[in-house]
């Protein structure tokens, strides 16, 4: 039995191949579609994937003003946050982030999808949420991705 030939090969920064990918959001359920952004970021569906290397893409999600959240979440759900002080606590729904920015209500789900960690917050970096179908990354020529979420 040849023992060489069963080495477990690790990626690493230099061998990771990352690609720029397009995704609609266009009548997406929010979680559903946020789980399969956050697989695509960390590069799950590579077969190199390394757990502590970031082998994901860099993911451009257009039409974030078109995502949806099924039954009452969307004024029913409250997103906690703490500012650190005594009565800093702020509620806010999703109703209102979507008001604000839709785009916001796309990057809070996939940060709670991400690893919370240095390599977490560097995942982070590699999402592009715009709202509307225009973006600037037209340079890097992004091969559109279809996640075919029903």
Same mark, same amino acid.
């Given at each position: 039995m040849?023992?060489l030939?069963?080495?477990t090969?690790?990626a690493n920064k /230099?061998?990771?191949?990352?690609?720029?990918?397009?995704? @609609?959001?266009s009548?997406a359920?929010?979680?559903?579609f =946020?789980s399969?952004?956050a697989?695509?970021?960390?590069g799950?569906?590579?077969?190199?994937?390394t757990p502590?290397v970031d =082998?994901?893409?860099n993911?451009i999600?257009?039409n974030? %003003?078109?995502v949806?959240? /099924?039954?009452?979440?969307? /004024? @029913?759900? %409250?997103?906690f946050s703490?500012s650190?002080? *005594?009565?800093?606590q #702020?509620? /806010?729904?999703?109703e209102?982030m979507f &008001? #604000?920015n *839709?785009a916001?209500l796309?990057e809070?789900?996939?940060r709670?999808m991400l *690893?919370?960690?240095r390599m977490?917050r %560097?995942l982070?970096r590699n999402?592009?949420v715009?709202?509307?179908?225009e973006?600037?990354h037209e340079?890097?020529? *992004?091969? %559109?991705? &279809?996640?075919?979420?029903?």
């Amino acid at each position: 039995m040849d023992t060489l030939s069963y080495k477990t090969i690790s990626a690493n920064k /230099t061998t990771v191949t990352k690609e720029w990918v397009i995704v @609609d959001a266009s009548n997406a359920v929010l979680g559903r579609f =946020c789980s399969e952004v956050a697989m695509l970021l960390r590069g799950k569906r590579k077969p190199n994937y390394t757990p502590h290397v970031d =082998c994901g893409d860099n993911v451009i999600v257009i039409n974030a %003003e078109k995502v949806r959240l /099924t039954g009452k979440k969307m /004024t @029913d759900r %409250e997103h906690f946050s703490h500012s650190g002080y *005594p009565g800093g606590q #702020k509620i /806010t729904s999703p109703e209102q982030m979507f &008001n #604000k920015n *839709p785009a916001l209500l796309v990057e809070h789900a996939v940060r709670g999808m991400l *690893p919370k960690s240095r390599m977490g917050r %560097e995942l982070f970096r590699n999402l592009n949420v715009y709202v509307g179908s225009e973006h600037p990354h037209e340079a890097q020529k *992004p091969k %559109e991705v &279809n996640l075919n979420l029903k």
